[in-house]
């Protein structure tokens, strides 16, 4: 018997990485104080800021990868659309300021710049929402929610209905590697995985259906429906001093967006 895993259940949930320790709770306030103010400020220099702020914290708690995949995924596709849409609605108005000249086609600062706005505003956003989702397990998220006094129902909703999400991806990547294996197609154009992907809904929903009844067993024979207390396996350390510190210096940020954003309004008017 391994005992090293055994006694590890006595101990506070740990992953031996500064951010990923923090509590979820904690790491949701920070982001959710970073990405409301870049919506509030709404300038690219704050939505930069807040991309290597991301980005600093992907390299450390190493899950660059993955960060930087889904956020080019986001980012690229936002910032042609936004420029594109920008000169082509505000490109003609007088007084504008030429920068560039592509193919014919003259680019101005100032709807190039509206544009970086709202691209960089909405990427620091999602980067913010990214760092958080990658650094964070859901199921800790919902026992600290639990340790708050949210219901043990509530939070096996929220916790199940993400985790079917994971597991019916995990069933369909299975059963399409299973059809590629027997030689099935399923690699190509759009209509070629699509004609792969829809025979496939099929057992995922059955897989699904016997996946809830399963867990309706075992939530049974737990006692899930106790009004009583409950016992947990995993125990999230308590918040130092320092966490709360960290969380009402997010809150400033927020405060201080707010106000800058009432401030220039002001001067606008």
């Known amino acids: 018997m391994d005992k090293e895993f055994a006694y590890s259940y006595n101990d506070y949930v740990k992953y031996g990485n500064g951010f990923k320790d923090l509590n979820p ?11 409301i103010s870049s919506c509030i400020i709404h300038t690219w220099q704050f939505g930069v800021v807040l991309i290597v702020f991301s980005t600093i914290i992907a390299i450390y708690s190493k899950v660059f990868s993955k960060y930087i995949k889904s956020l ?4 690229i596709p936002l910032l042609l659309l936004s420029s594109i849409m920008r ?14 000249n592509l193919l014919g086609w003259q680019w101005y600062k100032e709807p190039f710049v509206a544009g970086m706005d709202i691209s960089c505003y909405i990427i620091g956003f999602s980067s913010v929402l990214l760092i958080y989702f990658l650094n964070t397990e859901m199921r800790d998220l919902m026992l600290a929610l639990e340790n708050r006094g949210v219901s043990h129902v509530t939070s ?3 916790l199940s209905s993400m985790q079917s999400i994971i597991d019916m991806k995990k069933s369909a990547d299975t059963i399409l590697e299973s059809q590629k294996a027997r030689g099935i197609e399923t690699d190509g154009n759009i209509i070629v995985r699509m004609k792969a992907f829809f025979p496939t809904l099929g057992p995922i929903l059955l897989s699904a259906m016997s996946g ?20 947990y396996l995993r125990v999230l350390r308590p918040i130092p001093v320092w966490e709360y510190i960290l969380d009402a210096l997010a ?18 008017i």
């Open 72 to 75: 080019l995924t986001i980012a």
């Open 156 to 158: 096996y909703i929220m």
């Open 87 to 100: 000169q082509l609605q505000y490109g003609h108005m007088e007084g504008n300021t030429p920068i560039f």
């Open 251 to 268: 809150i400033l940020v927020l405060i201080g967006s707010i106000v800058f954003a009432v401030l220039r309004a002001m001067h606008r």
């Open 25 to 35: 709770i904690s790491k949701l306030i920070i982001a959710l104080c970073l990405g």
């Open 212 to 231: 809830t009844e399963e867990k309706a067993i075992a939530m049974d024979a737990r006692a899930f429906s106790h009004e009583g207390g409950h016992t």
